[in-house]
């Protein structure tokens, strides 16, 4: 099947890219944005699989090749896509079955979601993770009141048990209270204030990578892509270190899920411009990207993952990330997360004001 003159130059002047597919999803036409998205010419697209061009989806793009006798038309929002030279990007996506004498083709519509939206979206799913931080600080509170009250009267009953078997049961309430007064502090956050100073943060970062790979427990393979060209800015050191060691156990737990995986986690920092956090205009900015070769996030963690106390580990507490982006959110900075099988990227975004370098 091919388009005709008239067709193809109506497809031509779309914004959206669209991939005309055979039975096999190999690519059978393709109009200008779509030969824009993939950064290859028409002659170069055509006959090639749709797998060597999208290497992974959140949507199962192989099954449509299976559903295709069914005819109908299937539409999904906000679709992750990486593409064969490891760019990653978000789409709307509608697939159209065309049935002719030739047989059943595919019609593959992809909108590329704006960068506008993908403003908007961040700042709904930060004000989400907000108001899920104030919950639990709510909660936490709640239930250290009267954990202090059951831990003192254990002790008072302690000191006027005669018996040392007795005395057993008031040690366990102790104990257990003690364990969750430390989850309640966890779950409340870094009680000081950020104490800023001017400080490199390539030398902050080294300290968190020569005290990772002193760690014993992993054979990971760390490697650096620094730019020597960022300038110093005010942080806090210990904060900010916490965070980047948060991150990295992160990965380096996520590798260690996989066995007789060869993990490899990669630290890059770049100079970020025209930097946008929650809705305020940067100038200037630091952006370090750590990089692993894990599994991958699970589709139904990506949205509430720095929400404290989710995991997909089996013994997590699912308060790393969460701290790590409340020690961030102190330096007016943001962590993304692009994620897909084999790959998983922490980018932390840090601003430099312009009167920090004066």
């Given at each position: 099947?091919?388009?005709n003159?008239?067709?193809?130059?109506?497809?031509?002047?779309?914004?959206?890219?669209?991939?005309?597919?055979?039975?096999?999803l190999?690519?059978?036409?393709?109009?200008?944005?779509?030969?824009?998205?993939?950064?290859?010419s028409?002659?170069?697209?055509?006959?090639?699989?749709?797998?060597?061009?999208?290497?992974?989806?959140?949507?199962?793009?192989m099954?449509?090749?299976?559903?295709?006798?069914?005819?109908?038309?299937?539409?999904?929002?906000?679709?992750?896509?990486?593409?064969?030279?490891?760019?990653?990007?978000h789409?709307?996506?509608?697939?159209?079955y065309?049935?002719?004498?030739?047989g059943?083709?595919?019609?593959?519509?992809m909108?590329?979601?704006?960068?506008?939206?993908?403003?908007?979206?961040?700042?709904?799913?930060?004000?989400?993770?907000?108001?899920?931080?104030?919950?639990?600080?709510?909660?936490?509170?709640?239930?250290?009141?009267?954990?202090?009250?059951?831990?003192?009267?254990?002790?008072?009953?302690?000191k006027?048990?005669?018996?040392?078997e007795?005395?057993?049961?008031?040690?366990?309430i102790?104990?257990?209270?003690?364990r969750?007064?430390?989850?309640?502090?966890?779950?409340?956050?870094?009680n000081?204030?950020?104490?800023?100073q001017?400080?490199?943060?390539?030398?902050?970062?080294?300290?968190?990578?020569?005290?990772?790979?002193?760690?014993?427990?992993?054979?990971?393979?760390?490697?650096?892509?620094?730019?020597p060209?960022?300038?110093?800015?005010?942080?806090?050191?210990d904060?900010?270190?916490?965070?980047i060691?948060?991150?990295?156990?992160?990965?380096?737990?996520?590798?260690?899920?996989?066995?007789?995986?060869?993990?490899?986690?990669?630290?890059?920092?770049?100079?970020?411009?025209?930097?946008?956090?929650?809705?305020?205009?940067?100038?200037?900015g630091?952006?370090?990207?750590?990089?692993?070769?894990?599994?991958g996030?699970p589709?139904?963690?990506?949205?509430?993952?720095?929400y404290?106390?989710?995991?997909?580990?089996?013994?997590?507490?699912?308060?790393?990330l969460?701290?790590?982006?409340?020690?961030?959110?102190?330096?007016k900075?943001?962590?993304?997360?692009?994620?897909w099988?084999?790959?998983?990227?922490?980018?932390?975004?840090i601003?430099?004001?312009r009167?920090?370098?004066?």
């Amino acid at each position: 099947m091919h388009f005709n003159t008239k067709l193809e130059s109506l497809l031509d002047h779309l914004s959206t890219a669209v991939l005309l597919l055979d039975g096999q999803l190999v690519v059978r036409e393709a109009n200008h944005a779509a030969q824009a998205l993939f950064e290859r010419s028409l002659n170069l697209l055509v006959d090639c699989p749709i797998e060597q061009l999208i290497i992974h989806s959140s949507l199962d793009l192989m099954r449509f090749k299976q559903d295709m006798q069914h005819g109908e038309v299937y539409s999904d929002g906000e679709v992750q896509l990486t593409l064969a030279d490891g760019r990653h990007t978000h789409a709307d996506v509608t697939v159209t079955y065309i049935h002719d004498v030739s047989g059943v083709s595919l019609l593959l519509e992809m909108r590329l979601i704006e960068k506008q939206k993908k403003i908007s979206q961040e700042s709904q799913q930060w004000a989400q993770q907000q108001a899920a931080r104030e919950l639990i600080r709510g909660l936490a509170h709640e239930i250290k009141n009267p954990l202090g009250g059951i831990r003192g009267a254990a002790q008072l009953l302690e000191k006027r048990l005669p018996s040392p078997e007795l005395k057993e049961f008031t040690s366990m309430i102790i104990e257990q209270s003690d364990r969750l007064r430390n989850l309640v502090d966890r779950l409340l956050g870094p009680n000081s204030r950020p104490n800023f100073q001017r400080h490199n943060v390539h030398q902050i970062l080294e300290k968190v990578l020569t005290l990772v790979q002193h760690d014993l427990s992993h054979s990971i393979t760390i490697s650096r892509d620094y730019d020597p060209s960022i300038p110093d800015g005010l942080l806090d050191q210990d904060m900010f270190q916490q965070a980047i060691l948060n991150i990295i156990r992160n990965s380096i737990q996520a590798i260690a899920a996989q066995p007789g995986a060869q993990g490899d986690i990669r630290v890059v920092t770049r100079i970020e411009r025209q930097l946008t956090i929650h809705g305020i205009r940067h100038p200037l900015g630091v952006k370090i990207t750590v990089i692993d070769n894990g599994p991958g996030i699970p589709n139904d963690l990506r949205d509430t993952l720095f929400y404290p106390m989710v995991t997909g580990k089996k013994d997590g507490t699912g308060l790393g990330l969460s701290i790590a982006q409340t020690l961030i959110d102190h330096h007016k900075g943001k962590i993304e997360v692009q994620s897909w099988p084999g790959h998983t990227e922490f980018t932390l975004y840090i601003p430099i004001d312009r009167k920090e370098l004066n």
